[in-house]
């Protein structure tokens, strides 16, 4: 008998209406109510689904000004713009939390999602800093400040660093460490893309669960195995890129070859990143068959 656990990286497509939508980004508060019902749509089909570890589905917004909105030095024109010192000056995600919170049945449990510093560093036009080292230290501290807050409301923080698949600062794990230092909840990283040449720093960061994307990247297992390490591992199981709906087999076969090789590692199954830009159907069949693969992985 096995217990891993499903779970999701971060974002849910929900459909948003466009002139709803622009209504809500000029009277935000105003129309809280109305991000609640995206938020609660999110939540329920992940709910429905059958995954253990859910998601608020960061319905309002990409998962870059998601974050940039709300910290004080950026601005959000085409592309997000770094214009003053980054400061924490109020909870980004915090309220959105505390509402999925009340939508949550008790043996259910829900990941709090943080941006990476340096994935937001990259993804910035800097007009400010001109110090990518700076900038990015200021994001991490930043992000601590909500990390903190969000482990009262969350049962388990990850930190969101795609960017890492390109490169890994010499600095990386500073950052991260930075964030996951004061924490009590356990704490995952999630970089997708082709991590293989990055693979010995990814191994260093301080953080109790590495989350890749597995499915789409298979190689990534043996590259796994040439290591030891501290870490457990949150497995990528269905693309997210792919409207093609993996069958529940499939899964197995995956999730199977997962163990062969990594063995006990594997805690935690997955799509292989966020589902934002999927049909929501096809979302919500891949989270399906992916709960009934965990379900028969488990019972053997
Ligand atoms: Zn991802």
Known sequence: MK?????????YPVTIDTMEFIKTYFLQKKTDQKWKRYIKTAVQKMLDAGIDIITDGQ?????????A??????????????????????????????????LLPKNKKLKGVITGPYTLTRAATDL???????????????????????QKHVDIISI??????????EYGK???????????????LHVCGDIRKNISQILEMPVDILSH????????????????????????????DNVT??????????????????????????PDCGQRFLPPQIAYQKLKNLVEAGRIINER
């Open 174 to 188: 500073e950052l991260i460490s930075i964030i996951t230092k004061n924490l009590r909840r356990p704490t995952t």
């Open 3 to 11: 217990n891993i656990q499903t779970t999701v990286i971060g974002s």
């Open 69 to 102: 909105r709300k910290l004080k030095g950026c601005r959000i024109r085409n592309r997000v713009e770094i214009i003053d010192k980054i400061e924490y000056t109020k909870p980004i995600t915090i309220e959105d939390q505390k509402y999925v919170k009340t």
């Open 213 to 240: 994307e597995f499915k789409g990247i298979p190689e990534l297992l043996n590259e796994f195995k040439q290591y030891s390490f501290q870490q457990k591992i949150c497995l990528g199981s269905v693309r997210s």
């Open 59 to 67: 319905t309002r917004d990409p998962f870059i000004q998601l974050f």
């Open 245 to 270: 709906v993996e069958n529940v087999e499939e899964i197995i076969l995956h999730i199977k070859k997962a163990i062969d090789i990594l063995g006990n590692k594997i805690i935690h199954i997955s």
């Open 160 to 169: 969101d660093e795609p960017f890492f698949s390109e490169q890994v600062p």
């Open 128 to 150: 400010h800093y001109m110090d990518e080292k700076q900038l990015a230290f200021d994001f991490a501290y930043a992000l601590k400040q909500e990390a903190e807050n969000l």
